[in-house]
Nanobody, 125 residues
Framework: QVQLVESGGGLVQAGGSLRLSCEAS????????MGWYRQAPGRERELVAT???????NYAASVKGRFSISRDNAKNTVSLQMNSLKPEDTAVYYC???????????????????WGQGTQVTVSS
């Protein structure tokens, strides 16, 4: 079974930093894009940052210059370094993996869209 497990959320004061990590577990051959999304109360889930298997990154305008996404393809992990946090960054942050190729007994399978369980980030003013 393939799954994403996140860690690193918590409570921080405005201006502080947090680092989120996400690991994909299972017999994984490769993963295309990985990323982070967030959902604040009463709002829709929104993209925070994505990174391709080759390292190309994409950021939401609201976090550009403050957040940095990175990944380790060998370990199937993705991280999000969040600096200069603001109260409006408060949300549940979800890890996402797009096109996960994995081994299932003798088969090579593809899982199109995989989500983690979410981790709470709270920024106090």
């Amino acid at each position: 079974q393939v799954q994403l497990v996140e860690s690193g959320g918590g409570l921080v004061q405005a201006g502080g930093s947090l680092r989120l990590s996400c690991e994909a577990s299972g017999s994984i051959f490769s993963i295309d894009a990985m990323g982070w999304y967030r959902q604040a109360p009463g709002r829709e889930r929104e993209l925070v940052a994505t990174i391709s298997s080759g390292g190309s990154t994409n950021y939401a305008a609201s976090v550009k210059g403050r957040f940095s996404i990175s990944r380790d393809n060998a370990k199937n992990t993705v991280s999000l370094q969040m600096n200069s946090l603001k109260p409006e960054d408060t949300a549940v942050y979800y890890c996402n993996a797009d096109n996960v190729y994995y081994k299932d007994t003798i088969w090579r399978r593809r899982l199109g869209d995989l989500w983690g369980q979410g981790t709470q980030v709270t920024v106090s003013s």
